[in-house]
C-alpha cells in the first residue's frame, strides 16, 4: 500500500521495518483524541478560509461516521498505516474521498500526536483525582466509624506510641489530598496546545491558534514551536505524581497485608478483595493489597524508561519520543486500577478494635508519658527518660507491663511518682493528651476530620469544572 508521505521514495519500506515502527497496537487509544483535535483542527481550517466551509463540514461530518464506526469496532486498524492518525485519515478517505486529505493541512503528525497525548493525560487527570477522591472518602469513613480504637503506633515496625486508627486512615488521607494537589497543579501545564507547531517550525497557513486552544478548552498555545512538538513534560509530571500515588498505596498495601495477618489481626478484608491457596484450606490472603504493593514497580520503570528516552534527545521531533505512550499508557491502567481496588479494600474492610487495643497494652508503648510525667515533676528529661528506661528494663525481667506495677514499686525508681500516675499512662489519657494539632488526641483527630472534609469538598468542586471542559468536547 502507497504511504501517505511516500512521495519521494522508490523502494517500499521492508515488512519487518514497517512493523517495528509501527504504534498502532498501543496508539490507537489515542482515537477519540484524534478525531477531537481534528474536529477543532478543521473547524479552524473553515473559519479561516484555509478550506472552504463546505469541505470543512464535510470532513467534520466524514471524522464522526468514523469515530462511530470506530466505536462499534468496525475500523480495520493495519500496521501497513503506522500510528493512528494514519489510520483514521484513510478512514476518512474511505467515507469521503480525496477531500479527506485536506485535513491535514497546515499540520504534522508531529504536532498532532502532541495534541493527542496532552488531550488524553487532561484526561486521565481528571479520572485519576476523580479515583484519588473515592479512596480520601473511604479513608475518612473509617475513621469517623471508628473514632475510639487504640492501636500502637510503630517506628521501626516496633510498637512506639499509642495512637487512634482514625489518626492513622487520616495519615493516608493527608498523602492522597497530597497526590491530588500533584496531579491538579499538573493540569496547568498539560492544559496547553501544541497544534499549530506544525513539524517544528509552524505553518505559511494564516491558521488561529487560539481559537483551537477555545474549541479544545485548551488554557494557552504553546509559544515556540521546537518546544511544542519535542516537550513531553506533562507525560513526565503525571506519571511522576502516579509514581509517587503508587508509593502512597504501595504503603497502604503493605499495612494491609500486615494487619491481616494473624500476628496483627487489626482488620479483616472482605472476601471479595482476598484469594486462597490451591493446597491449604485455611488461607485468606491480601493478594490484591501485594499486587498494590508489585504493581507500583511497573509505574516507577514508565517514569524512568521516558526520562531515559528524553534525555539525549536534540530539538525537536525524534522517533524515539514514539517510546513516551506505552509507559503513559500501563502507568495510568495501573494507577486507576490500584486506586480503585484500595478503595474497595478500605470501605468494605472489618476493623478490630479489641485485637488493636490488646496490642497497644503491650510492649511499653506509655514509656514516653511515664518520662513526661517525671519531667512534669520537676525532673529533668533526660533523668526522667533513664528512670523510664529502666523500669521498662524491670517489666521486661518480670514479664510485666508499667500499668501491672504497684506504686510501691515504682517508688522504687523516684519518689516523684504518685497515684495519679496510672491515670497519666492509661491509653486513653495517653491518647487524648496528644492535644497539638495534628496529634493523635481525639479533639485534634476531630479537626483533621473537620480540615480533610474541606479539602475533599475543595476538590468536588474542581472536579465539577474540570470534567465540565472535557465533556462539552
Not at 237 to 257: D, K, N, P, Q
Request: contains cysteine; glycine residues 8%.
Amino acid at each position: 500500500m502507497k504511504k501517505l508521505w511516500g512521495g519521494r521514495f522508490k523502494e517500499a519500506t521492508s515488512s519487518f521495518a514497517e512493523q517495528f515502527g509501527a504504534s498502532i497496537h498501543f496508539d490507537w487509544r489515542l482515537a477519540p483524541y484524534d478525531i477531537q483535535g481534528s474536529l477543532a483542527h478543521v473547524h479552524m481550517l473553515g473559519e479561516t478560509g484555509i478550506v472552504s466551509k463546505q469541505e470543512a463540514t464535510e470532513i467534520a461530518e466524514g471524522l464522526k461516521k468514523v469515530r462511530a464506526r470506530l466505536g462499534r469496532g468496525e475500523v480495520e486498524l493495519r500496521a501497513s498505516d503506522e500510528d493512528i492518525h494514519m489510520n483514521i485519515e484513510r478512514c476518512l478517505t474511505e467515507e469521503i474521498g480525496a477531500v479527506a486529505g485536506k485535513l491535514h493541512t497546515a499540520r504534522s503528525r508531529n504536532d498532532q500526536v502532541a495534541t493527542d497525548c496532552h488531550l488524553f493525560v487532561r484526561a486521565q487527570i481528571v479520572e485519576a483525582v476523580e479515583r484519588m477522591l473515592c479512596l480520601q472518602e473511604a479513608l475518612v469513613a473509617q475513621a469517623k466509624a471508628n473514632p475510639v480504637a487504640i492501636m500502637p503506633g510503630y517506628t521501626h515496625l516496633q510498637r512506639a506510641q499509642p495512637i487512634l486508627f482514625a489518626h492513622h486512615m487520616l495519615a493516608y488521607a493527608q498523602m492522597i489530598q497530597r497526590d491530588i494537589g500533584r496531579l491538579t497543579d499538573a493540569w496547568t501545564r498539560t492544559n496547553v496546545l501544541p497544534l499549530g507547531a506544525g513539524a517544528l517550525a509552524g505553518t505559511t497557513f494564516p491558521i488561529d491558534r487560539d481559537l483551537v486552544a477555545k474549541q479544545l478548552g485548551f488554557e494557552g498555545v504553546y509559544e515556540n514551536s521546537l518546544d511544542a512538538v519535542s516537550d513531553r513534560d506533562f507525560v513526565l509530571e503525571f506519571i511522576g505524581a502516579a509514581s509517587t500515588a503508587m508509593v502512597h498505596l504501595s504503603r497502604l498495601g503493605e499495612e494491609l497485608v500486615l494487619w491481616t495477618t494473624g500476628e496483627f489481626g487489626f482488620v479483616e478484608l472482605s472476601d471479595a478483595l482476598t484469594t486462597g491457596s490451591s493446597m491449604m484450606p485455611q488461607k485468606k490472603n491480601a493478594d490484591f493489597a501485594e499486587l498494590i504493593r508489585g504493581k507500583s514497580g511497573r509505574v516507577f520503570g514508565s517514569l524512568v524508561g521516558l526520562l531515559t528516552v528524553l534525555k539525549g534527545l536534540p530539538l525537536a521531533y525524534n522517533k524515539d519520543m514514539q517510546e513516551d505512550k506505552e509507559g503513559l499508557f500501563d502507568a495510568t491502567d495501573t494507577l486507576l486500577g490500584s486506586l480503585q481496588v484500595a478503595t474497595e479494600m478500605i470501605s468494605t474492610m472489618r476493623v478490630k478494635p479489641a485485637r488493636m487495643r490488646a496490642a497497644a497494652e503491650q510492649g511499653f508503648v506509655n514509656a514516653t508519658d511515664a518520662a513526661d510525667y517525671l519531667a512534669k515533676k520537676g525532673l529533668p528529661f533526660r533523668e526522667a527518660h533513664e528512670v523510664a528506661g529502666k523500669l521498662v528494663g524491670h517489666c521486661v525481667a518480670q514479664g510485666c507491663e508499667l500499668l501491672s506495677l504497684s506504686l510501691d514499686d515504682l517508688r522504687r525508681f523516684s519518689s516523684l511518682f504518685d497515684a495519679d500516675i496510672f491515670e497519666a499512662i492509661s491509653l486513653e489519657t495517653v491518647v487524648d493528651r496528644r492535644v497539638s494539632r495534628g496529634g493523635t488526641g481525639s479533639a485534634a483527630v476531630s479537626e483533621q476530620v473537620q480540615r480533610i472534609e474541606a479539602d475533599i469538598r475543595g476538590t468536588q468542586g474542581w472536579l465539577g469544572a474540570h470534567r465540565s471542559i472535557l465533556e462539552r468536547l
